[in-house]
């Protein structure tokens, strides 16, 4: 059984963000960088997995970005996963969701991985594109957003997390693909022994232009911070009179009065 | 007439013999119950511990003959220590007996045991044994009547027996000897022997045939029970005579709290930590045996006194039998994980320690298994601060670009831009990020302005120290982030450093030494006392009364405890001392990473540390450490004390009175 995990870096979402010269993104200076949260799902899964089935399944994480994606990629390579692609591309910003999609349909199409895991989205673009229109490229069954997983003879078992707080459960044969959502597991913390040996694990880097051939569909024309609002709404006077203006406003702006 | 008296009186010469056959057989005994335990120290890893061997000496022969770390505790310390000396003379006294009656007088002629001298020898033994009677009667009550609630094994009723038997058939022996030879031929002798000579008023009217029987009987009895003791101190607790001493010749001479660095670049290693007792060293094994079980680590544990799990003294025991009876089983198995991760580090356990026995680094190595072999966290909340000072540098996940921020319009040179300055201020991620702890950085900045020393900062290019990750047991990313500040310091050609956290001075005046950074390293309460003596400080005393808090890492870890007192009184302050102070301060809660940890088992260490200041009568409690302060902020909030009790920094004192 093949495995792929896709990640992303992301800046920490404590990081002071400012946007770039050309105002399509953001600027890069000051960031502290991690792997995208709902990506350490995906790792874990599939580690998880993997463990669940004797160790036999073979799973490979793969990154697109410049050199610094190399920290995402050893971690998850020392939480578990057996080897590593590194898709070189110092500006992977620059690629909309369809193209980073296509890049990685373009690398997987021909290994017949038998579940491809990804994040439900990243924390930063917030697309939640990828990891469907790599399924729709390579014609995989897709599931979104799940919170839990189980793998029995070809056919995986995944919960949903919907709206409101329903779930649903969801049948797909292999090949499948499944985005990860917060709640699915707790990722691991690497062990020093793990650490050691991911040293040692295969890391093959492409260059982007070996899997990029499509154009991209949507441009970013520009990032910028929210502007500042004015604060927020101060009642006064009378206490019964402000518990009927907060009525109504709860009523009107939230769902939290019916 | 020359006073002395004859040696194996009654008994004769003939008991020589089967006296000596006895007593090797009771050494051999002896011997063999210690040689026995060798191999299971042996399961250990090796230690260095016979180096500088005339240091080793003269602690052994200080803390033994001296008593000095038995007496820290005076009840009971000055029983044992009395008892001791008492028994010691007594011990003593046999060899010269022996010396005489079965090597000087029959090889050489010579008897010592004669006139002023034997006057004085009989004397000072017959007080010896009177004041080993009583100290031991003294501790028998303790023990058995008024704590009884103290755990006691079979040992303690064996030994208190043993040794009280002892005593007494050697006095009444005595007293037999003297009632047949001395009260009524030569009492004048008989009032040397004090002691004897009232066991021997109980024999006065007793007819001399029935006198020799009595006291052959005694003399047999009195001579089987020291046989008897002989053989059994490897067996029971009286092995802590042996191996206590042994434990003070084997002592850690390096700097308090040094932790063994593990090489990371070294790929052979398959274990890190202790997950098994063979991953300990021999001497964590043989602390155990080292173990009076006297409970004074146990009764200062803040932990244990607050209900957590964890004992100091019952883990080196537990260690001990795991060692001897199941040496495959997991330590954390054994120990359970709520107890290791109960630990605040804060070394009240070892400070007081009669043995010398090393609690701390036990509890750490055992955290470096759970840590770095399972990935394991005292609590979800911890594992998110650990990944933010592997992101961000800092526990509290804020973005590294801000750390610097506090400084904002203060005089003070980020090294970046300027590096040439007196003294580098290592911050530190508490007076960086939060908002109270900040005003410690700004006031230390003020008084440094104010005394004419520039200062630097490293600005968004410091990390963490990386001192909680370590107690924690994450050594790889302690030595990762410690690297990356190390680098960082020797680049900009530092002089000197100044914290004004306890955690960051520890971590980088001795354990970044080990890393290769070595540089002389002040904490703030030294740094300002060092100019206040030097005239470039000068303050305007203003009265205020207070109680000071001694952290753990700048008390018992450094050795620092008059030093901030001073600054306080010439601050103007009057100190009311709470009972818990100096070495024997009480912990915060924060050691040892719990500062990351919610408290949730037992009750809150800092809220019962708040208690004792609110008791001194004192409205203000002065800390030097950015860890007990947060602690002392909250317990001052949940334990109902605001109003009552505030809680300042040593410099922030300082800086008000400039």
């Not at chain 1, 960088?33 to 160790?55: F, H, I, S, T, W």
């Not at chain 2, 080292?290 to 009764?299: G, H, V």
């Not at chain 2, 001795?510 to 890393?515: A, I």
């Not at chain 2, 203003?542 to 601050?571: K, N, W």
């Amino acid at each position: 059984m093949k495995l792929l995990v896709c990640i992303k870096q992301v800046p920490d979402m404590e990081s002071k963000f400012q946007s770039n010269g050309t105002g399509d993104w953001y600027a890069e200076s000051d960031l502290a960088y991690r792997m995208n949260e709902y990506d350490e799902y995906a790792v874990e899964q599939a580690v998880q997995l993997k463990e669940q089935l004797g160790n036999e399944p073979d799973v490979t994480v793969l990154s697109i970005g410049p050199d610094r994606v190399g920290e995402p990629i050893k971690k998850a390579l020392a939480m578990g996963c057996d080897r590593a692609v590194h898709i070189q591309d110092s500006a992977p910003h620059t690629k909309d969701p369809w193209q980073i999609a296509a890049i990685i349909s373009a690398f997987a199409k021909d290994k017949s991985f038998d579940l491809i895991l990804t994040g439900m989205q990243s924390q930063d673009r917030g697309s939640a594109q990828v990891g469907v229109t790599i399924a729709e490229e390579l014609g995989y069954g897709c599931a979104t957003t799940i919170i839990g997983l189980a793998y029995d003879n070809g056919t995986i078992t995944v919960k949903r997390e919907l709206e409101g707080g329903i779930k649903g459960v969801v049948k797909l044969k292999t090949p499948a693909l499944v985005t990860c959502q917060l709640g699915l597991n707790i990722p691991r913390y690497p062990t020093l022994p793990n650490i050691m040996k991911a040293k040692k694990k295969e890391l093959i880097t492409h260059p982007v232009s070996d899997f990029l051939r499509e154009q991209e569909l949507t441009a970013t024309t520009s990032v910028y911070p929210p502007t500042k609002r004015s604060g927020g709404i101060v009642l006064e006077g009378e206490i019964s009179d402000m518990v009927e203006r907060l009525h109504a406003i709860l009523k009107e702006k939230t769902a939290v009065v019916r | 007439m020359e006073f002395t008296r004859e040696i194996y009186w009654n008994v004769g010469h003939g008991v020589v013999i089967p006296m000596y056959l006895l007593s090797f057989l009771a050494m051999g005994v002896c011997a063999w119950g210690f040689w026995k335990r060798v191999p299971v120290y042996r399961q250990g890893k090796s230690l260095a511990r016979l180096d500088q061997l005339p240091r080793r000496i003269s602690l052994l022969l200080s803390n033994l003959f001296g008593q000095i770390r038995v007496i820290r505790v005076l009840n009971p310390g000055a029983f044992h220590a009395v008892f001791f000396w008492g028994f010691g003379l007594l011990f003593i006294g046999t060899l010269l007996v022996m010396a005489q009656a079965d090597f000087t007088h029959p090889v050489l002629g010579i008897i010592f045991l004669k006139g002023t001298f034997y006057k004085i020898f009989s004397a000072v033994l017959d007080l010896a044994g009177l004041a080993a009677i009583v100290m031991l009667g003294g501790l028998l009550v303790r023990r058995f009547v008024i704590k009884r609630d103290m755990e006691s094994i079979r040992d303690d009723y064996v030994i208190h027996t043993l040794l009280f038997a002892i005593l007494v058939t050697g006095f009444l022996a005595e007293g037999v000897r003297i009632a047949a030879t001395e009260l009524v031929q030569n009492p004048e002798l008989a009032s040397f022997s004090p002691v004897g000579r009232l066991f021997g008023l109980l024999f006065l009217n007793t007819p001399v045939d029935q006198l020799a029987l009595v006291h052959k009987f005694l003399w047999w009895l009195h001579f089987v029970l020291v046989a008897v003791f002989i053989a059994a101190i490897p067996f029971t607790k009286l092995r802590h005579i042996f191996t206590t001493s042994a434990n003070y010749v084997m002592s850690d001479l390096g700097p308090k709290g040094s932790i063994a660095s593990i090489n990371l670049e070294d790929e052979s290693i398959e274990q890190f930590g202790a997950a098994k007792v063979t991953d300990l060293s021999w001497k964590d094994i043989f602390d155990a045996d080292a173990c009076t079980s006297c409970q004074r680590c146990q009764d200062r544990c803040p932990a244990h006194t607050t209900g957590k799990p964890l004992s100091p003294m019952k883990l080196v025991k537990q260690i001990g039998e795991t060692a001897e009876a199941n040496p495959d089983h997991s330590l954390v198995n054994v120990l359970t994980e709520d107890v290791l991760w109960s630990c605040t580090t804060c070394r009240a356990c070892q400070e007081i320690c009669p043995a010398n026995i090393e609690h701390v680094n036990k509890i750490i190595e055992m955290r470096r298994n759970l840590t770095l072999m399972e990935g394991a966290f005292p609590g979800d909340e911890v594992r998110t601060a650990v990944s933010n000072i592997e992101v961000n540098g800092n526990p509290f996940g804020l973005a590294y670009a801000s750390r610097g921020y506090w400084a904002d319009g203060l005089e003070v040179s980020v090294m970046d831009q300027d590096s040439e300055v007196d003294i580098l201020y290592f911050v530190g991620c508490y007076a960086s990020f939060d908002k109270r702890n900040r005003e410690i950085a700004k006031s230390f900045i003020k008084i440094c302005n104010t005394s004419g020393v520039k200062v630097g900062i490293l600005g968004k290019e410091e990390k963490c120290c990386g001192e909680p990750v370590r107690k924690l047991g994450n050594e790889y990313l302690y030595q990762m982030t410690a690297q990356e500040n190390i680098e960082l310091i020797k680049a900009y050609g530092v002089k000197k450093i100044v914290t004004t956290c306890p955690h960051c001075f520890n971590t980088l005046a001795r354990d970044y030494k080990d890393l290769g950074l070595d540089l002389p390293v002040e904490h703030h309460t030294t740094f300002i006392n060092g100019l206040l003596n030097n005239g470039n400080l000068k303050i305007q005393g203003e009265a205020f009364e207070y109680t000071y808090h001694d952290s753990c890492y700048l008390g018992r870890y450094m050795d620092i405890i008059d030093e901030p007192r001073s600054v306080l009184q010439t601050a103007g302050g009057k100190l009311n001392e709470m009972d818990k102070s100096r070495y024997e301060s009480f912990c915060c809660s924060a050691g040892g990473g719990r500062i990351f940890a919610e408290e949730k088992l037992g009750s809150r260490i800092n809220v019962e540390r708040v208690k004792m200041a609110e008791a001194t009568g004192a409205p203000m409690l002065v800390s030097n450490c950015p860890f007990c302060l947060t602690m002392f902020e909250d317990g001052i909030k949940t334990g109902g004390y605001e109003g009552k009790l505030a809680v300042r920094d040593l410099a922030e004192i300082v800086a008000e009175r400039l």
